[in-house]
């Protein structure tokens, strides 16, 4: 019996957290020009198709008519490429090529060139692991073989090998360790266990400060 564990991949809540205070543009602007940009935090990519992410956003501004303005958008303090926002559009899109860190947008200015004060927070952007991504699961009799293979997706939206996961097993309502696994640099192992009855499993990837974390679920019991 060969089961793919890969379908019902659920992703932990993001608990990327703001990574300090509000970033100032430094430009001198018109008096009383001004706006303020919250930006949401996200994962990035869970797929190598994916070349962008949509960023829930909210703009302020001092005046009515002043409804967009273009920001750059800078991640680890590295400018990467500017942006058009608007009070009226809650969201702008990061290309994956821009990578991932602390991303903060700075340099805020109407779409004439003229300055306009403000200042955005600064918030951790993720990479997102390979939602492809799983084990294969073959019982024969007893015996289980788990051919894992986790991976996040990268700057270059090429697959990255993550070290490690936890193998667990549902025994009643409870979720209990297999084995905690240590994966090769491609991101893929072999584990083998022993189980005479039909459960559920799962691999658990924790958060680091690169990558969310997220959850390989059985849909059936095998």
């Known amino acids: 019996m060969k089961t793919l564990l890969r379908a019902a991949a659920i992703t932990f809540a993001s608990t990327a957290l703001v990574a300090g ?17 919250t930006i949401q935090p996200v994962t990035l990519a ?22 967009s303005i273009v920001a750059t958008v800078t991640v680890n303090g590295v400018p990467k490429a500017d942006v058009s926002l608007s009070r009226f559009s809650t969201l702008f899109s990061y290309q994956q090529a821009w990578g991932a860190g602390v991303v903060a947008l700075v340099n805020f200015r109407e779409t004439n060139g003229q300055p306009v004060a403000g200042a955005s927070n600064q918030v951790n952007f993720r990479y997102g692991v390979n939602s492809a991504d799983g084990a294969q699961i073959r019982k024969v009799g007893k015996k289980l073989t788990f ?76």
């Not at 970033?23 to 001198?28: E, F, I, K, L, R």
């Not at 198709?49 to 002043?66: D, G, K």
């Open 21 to 37: 205070g509000a970033v100032t543009t430094g430009a001198v602007a018109a008096p009383g020009d001004s706006a303020s940009v």
């Open 46 to 67: 869970t797929s190598k198709y994916a070349t962008t992410t949509s960023v829930p956003v909210s703009v302020a501004t001092s005046r009515t008519n002043l409804s």
């Open 147 to 222: 051919k894992i293979k986790v991976r996040y997706i990268g700057a270059n939206l090429r697959p990255v090998g993550i070290r490690k996961v936890t193998l667990q097993v549902k025994r009643g309502s409870k979720w209990r360790t297999v084995k905690k696994v240590n994966l090769k640099k491609n991101g893929t192992k072999t584990v083998k266990a022993t189980e005479k009855k039909k459960r559920h499993y799962r691999i658990v990837v924790k958060d680091t400060s690169l990558y969310q974390g997220t959850i390989f679920q059985t849909r059936n019991k095998i």
